[in-house]
Structures are given as C-alpha cells and as structure tokens.
C-alpha cells in the first residue's frame, strides 16, 4: 500500500479488506481502501496550497509592511491572513500522507496537522464575525460603540482568539493521534481518518459540541444577525448610498458567502457524523459510511476558505488593492499614496453627502481621514 514493494498486492489486499482475515493481532483492524478519497485530497489540497500560500504571504506582507495595521479592520484581516498561512503551511505533510496512503512521521505532526487545520477553521469563524461586528459598530451603533473600535481593542481580542484557540488545540491535538491498521503482516499508521467508536463515545463528541457551539454557531449568529442589521439601516431611506458604502456591503456578503460555502456544510455534517459514531442516533455501518463520504468532501470545503479570504481583503479594502496595483506598475508611474504616516494608504474623498448626524458619523468611520484632517467621533480605518 504505502510502500513500493507493497504496491503488486494492492488491489488483492484492498479487494478483501472486508473479509475477516486471520491475523498475528485480532485487535488491530484491517485496512480499509482510501485511495480514491486521498486521490481527491490530493488534488484540491495541491490546488489549495498552490494558491493560498502565496495569496496569504502576499497579504500577510501588506497588512504588515504597508499598511501597518493601522485600522480595527486591517487587524482583524491580518489575523486572519495569518490563520490562513499557519493552514496553507501544514498542507505538505497531508499530501504526503494521501500520495503514500500511510502517514510515515512522527505521531505528533499528524497531531499538530489535525489541531491546525481546527485552529484555522474555527479561528477564520471567529475572525470573520469580528470584521462583521466592527461594520455593525460603525454603521448601526456608530456612538455608542466607539470604544469598541479602536485597534487597541482590536489586537487584545485577536489575542484572546489566538488564545482560546490554542486553548482547543490541546485536546484536538490528543484525538488526532495516528490509528493503526494490517496490512498482510505489516502495521500501518493512518492520519486523519476515522476515530475509534471508543473515542466518539467517550470525551470526542463534548469536545466536538463545545467547539461546534464557540466556534461556529456563535459566529455564524453573529455574522447572520449583524449583517442583517447593517443591510436593513444601509436599505433606509435617508441612507446615503456612497461608494464605501457599497465596498461595506460586498464586505458582507463575501464574509457571508464564505460561511455558507465553506463552514456550514462541514460543520452540519460533521455534528451528523458525530452523533450516528456515538450511537446517540440509530444507524447502520452503511449509514455512517454514507455520511462520512459526505464528510469527506465538506472538509474541502471548509479547507478552501483559505483561498477564498484573500478576495475579502482585495475586494473590500481599497488600500490593500491599491498596494497591490502599485507593486504591478512600473516604479517612476507609481502614485505616492501616503498621509504622512508610513505605509499608511489614502483614499480618494469621500462624495459630500448631507444625512442625519449618526449616518454622517457612520460614514466617517467607514473611510480613512484625509490629509489634514481630523475626527474625534472614533477611531480611522485609514488602510481601508
């Protein structure tokens, strides 16, 4: 299977994998085929890799060379292109598991790889809520919480994420330890599959609820309700529909996208799987395998969210767009787009609008100050 001399009897071994075979240990269970699913690991986590490495590098570069992270959002996009990369940088040792069908390292980097690629979900979740709620602060509750939304603030809640997530990496880490199975005489360790029934019943599934509930569900309220707030008061009509306006929309609905494609359909079928493993739904073994298949294809999903945020950052930052645009013109026809501040970028003014007192306040905590001038109603996202 995983070795070249193993390679002639593949197909014989495989093809009796479910017959009951005697063995020099009846408690390590025979190989199951997995081929066709590492095939198609392989293929997306190439795909992944090759895309959302230097997609990430790139932007984890921008936020912290150029722009300097200077604004409540950039923080939180900078944190998040960093989860990201942590993700993108793992990929290596699974596609060597998947093209060797065995994992041939150490126990504890199939440890480490199971905790970062939770890490890296649930921490994108919480990520992407928190550039959510910003926008909420900015344009529902633009006053009342200013506080809020200073990058101050900012960092020291990325570094409760970061916290809490590594937190969670410690007993992710445990149940990710490789499983082992025969093949002929010879034991085999396997990365990533499927847990033992003991596992499932024992501390797995509470563990697997909690982060389902922190790291998911409350995100995913989160990010449903305060959108729905900033579309209803951008909807009204003494709304003044300007461009950022519409950048804060496409904001937004990416962040919403990237939900519903990404994390929905992993985290809904992994608490399906979670429940019929643990026996506390009536199953069959074919039941089970239906939704794990499933399973396997909603975990690449939730992977390629890692290719997908870095089109956040272009899309709706300006000044990560610009710095972008910049690095591809020649050096003599680049603009000099600073404010005075290094690496801080500048937008173009704002249109003049004339709106009640709190949009006015909204908008000027949806744009960067513009030379010269000076606000006191709250922070700038002056890279946005």
Known sequence: M???????????MFANSSANTSSTDSSVPQCRDYRSTHRLHMVVYSLVLATGLPLNALALWVFLRVLRVHSVVSVYMCNLAASDLLFTLSLPLRLSYYARHHWPFPDFLCQTSGAIFQMNMYGSCIFLMLINVDRYAAIV?????RHLRRPLVARRLCLGV???????????????????????NVTLSLCFESFSDELW???????????ETLGFLLPLAA??????RVFWTLARPDATQSHRRQKTVRLLLANLIIFLLCFVPYNSTLAVYGLLRANLVKNS????DQVRGVLMIMVLLAGANCVLDPLVYYFSAEGFR???RNLGAPFHTR??????????????PSESTQNTGQDATSQRLLQPANLGTRTDNGPQDSAL
């Open 2 to 12: 995983p070795q070249t001399s193993f390679s002639p009897h593949l197909d014989a």
């Open 141 to 145: 509750h633009p006053l009342r919480l």
């Open 162 to 184: 970061w916290a809490l997530i590594l937190l969670f990496a410690v007993p992710a880490a445990r149940v990710h330890s490789p499983t082992t199975c025969k093949y002929e």
């Open 201 to 211: 019943k024992g501390r797995l599934l509470p563990l697997l609820l909690l982060a």
């Open 223 to 228: 990010v449903v309700y305060s959108s729905g």
């Open 285 to 288: 073994l074919q039941a089970r």
């Open 322 to 324: 610009n710095t972008l």
């Open 335 to 348: 603009p000099l787009p600073t404010n005075g501040t290094r690496g801080e970028l500048t937008e173009p």
